[in-house]
Nanobody, 122 residues
Framework: QVQLVESGGGLVQAGGSLRLSCVAS????????MGWFRQAPGKEREFVAA????????YYGDSVKGRFTISRANAKNTVYLQMNSLKPEDTAVYYC???????????????WGQGNQVTVSS
């Protein structure tokens, strides 16, 4: 069983940047794909980004393409989400997740972090 702990969220003005981090423990981090999802109040969980075990492949949700970048540091068991040009509609709880293969559906991932609030003010 893997444990995931996110950090780096907070309050930022529109147009600003934040970087989320997710540290994994409990199994071989470098063997698994990683992903980020988000959920705003009253909305379904939304795919944000995913990265393959090697970092060679990345996927992004349409709403964040060109603004967000996912990366990983296998030596540190950490995945990152660099968020630039933030908009009020990016406000949500962001979740880190892991799965056997890079994917875009929440059902294709297994363990989830506790979530980290990101709030973008206008």
């Amino acid at each position: 069983q893997v444990q995931l702990v996110e950090s780096g969220g907070g309050l930022v003005q529109a147009g600003g940047s934040l970087r989320l981090s997710c540290v994994a423990s409990g199994r071989t981090f470098s063997s698994y794909a990683m992903g980020w999802f988000r959920q705003a109040p009253g909305k379904e969980r939304e795919f944000v980004a995913a990265i393959s075990w090697s970092g060679g492949s990345t996927y992004y949700g349409d709403s964040v393409k060109g603004r967000f970048t996912i990366s990983r540091a296998n030596a540190k068991n950490t995945v990152y989400l660099q968020m630039n040009s933030l908009k009020p509609e990016d406000t949500a709880v962001y979740y880190c997740t892991t799965g056997p293969n890079i994917a875009t559906l929440a059902a294709d991932f297994g363990s989830w972090g506790q979530g980290n609030q990101v709030t973008v003010s206008s």
